[in-house]
């Protein structure tokens, strides 16, 4: 059992000076004072002067890396587990990208499991970019009914030169097959769709919608930010009840072309009203960012870090004042909402007790709790590799 003592909680709403007990892998009390409960079973994590908030969710990371896009040797490295406990992320939901020929379904499964097995909370996507759709059972239905991980399909990309420019009767028959494997299984069923630079925007998925009885919110559109006419389209597409995700994730040069900062994207959303529970932000982690001279020729690749989601939701409060609990929603209650994850995202007697302790002032991440176990503390990863 662990009691953090004194934490400023924030659930993630704000709950004042709390005390949080944890027995094994669940949260099974939040009061005032819960002192009397200290024994010689309990481990004590003060939180004076600290934040605690939900683990972060993490919508989209190539954990099996992704890129490749300049050739065999630009395809990125898989994540670390560590590489989301020293961000905070206790839950991550992986995903393939543009390269489903070299990269397999069954990997993406297996580095699921693996990550698991090391304390994280991982889930994936079925699909790839491409369709027809690829499957572990010949059937994204099946999948998602069959294989506990899936919890939806994608990145489908749309608007996109990389994508494989489905009409939009393809797109609903996917969206209505992994709507109904959802409701079957007690899973959303989301379709997460990347979204390209084309001025298609997102009229493919607007078009289902307006042509079929499928739920706007059956879709999850990722990369809103990456231009000014497409988070406009954006948020149009959130005034009909649709989700919207903000990729943290960038460069300095992605900016300057004309990016928009993903914290930035949030604070401007909810200025137009738009409700938190509709706004996300994700990594886009391990994804590959390619960086350009002036010649338009490949330089440097870097690879996407899944410790941009804390960074930017730290931007959103500090650079863009966007309130604590708000941030924080778009990088847990939110996601774990819009993807139906069970005792996810937030702080509760009988969540899951994946937790994140923040420094009040800097918001720096000092500890984190993955399951009801420590695998940070004092801002120092606890988790080995099996191969050191
Ligand atoms: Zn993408």
């Not at 005032?32 to 003060?46: A, F, G, H, R």
């Not at 706007?216 to 930010?225: D, L």
């Not at 937030?346 to 002032?361: N, P």
């Amino acid at each position: 059992m662990k009691l953090i003592k004194n934490a400023q909680v924030y659930s993630p709403t704000p709950l004042g000076k709390k005390d949080v007990l944890i027995a094994g892998n669940k949260i099974i009390a939040i009061e005032n004072d819960l002192s009397e409960c200290i024994n010689n079973i309990v481990e004590v994590i003060d939180g004076t002067g600290k934040i605690l908030t939900p683990g972060f969710v993490d919508s989209l990371v190539h954990i099996t890396g992704g890129g490749g896009e300049g050739g065999y040797a630009t395809r990125t490295p898989e994540m670390q587990v560590n590489d989301a406990f020293i961000g905070g992320v206790t839950t991550v939901i992986g995903a393939l990208g543009t390269d489903a020929e070299t990269r397999s379904l069954e990997n993406l499964l297996a580095k699921t499991y693996g990550l698991e097995e090391q304390g994280l909370s991982a889930y994936c996507y079925t699909g790839s970019y491409h369709f027809p759709m690829i499957s572990i059972t010949e059937s994204i239905k099946r999948d998602i009914m069959l294989i506990e991980k899936f919890i939806g399909v994608g990145e489908v990309a749309i608007a996109d030169h990389r994508s494989s420019q489905m009409t939009v009767a393809e797109m609903a028959r996917v969206a209505s097959e992994a709507r109904v494997a959802g409701m079957l299984s007690g899973k959303k069923g989301i379709v997460l769709i990347h979204v390209g630079d084309e001025k298609a925007r997102l009229s493919k998925l607007t078009r289902v919608v307006e042509q079929s009885d499928i739920p706007i919110s059956q879709f999850y559109p990722t990369h809103i930010n990456r231009n000014k006419s497409l988070l406009d389209a954006g948020f149009d597409f959130a005034k009909q009840g649709g989700n919207l995700d903000f990729t943290t994730s960038t460069t300095e040069q992605i900016i300057e072309q004309g990016e928009i900062p993903a914290a930035k994207a949030l604070a401007m959303a909810l200025a137009k009203g738009i409700k938190i529970a509709q706004l996300t932000m994700s990594s886009d982690g391990n994804a590959s960012l390619p960086i350009f001279d002036e010649q338009g020729q490949l330089i440097e690749l870097q690879v996407g870090q899944v410790s941009s989601l804390h960074q930017s939701m730290v931007d959103a409060v500090k650079d863009f004042q966007v309130p604590l609990e708000l941030a924080l929603s778009a990088i847990s209650s939110s996601p774990a909402g819009i993807l139906k994850l069970k005792n996810k995202g937030q702080i509760g007697v009988g969540f899951d007790a994946d937790l994140t302790l923040l420094d009040s002032d800097s918001l720096a991440i000092h500890t984190v709790i993955a399951k009801g176990q420590l695998v940070m503390k004092n801002e120092k990863t606890l988790v080995n590799s099996p191969f050191s």
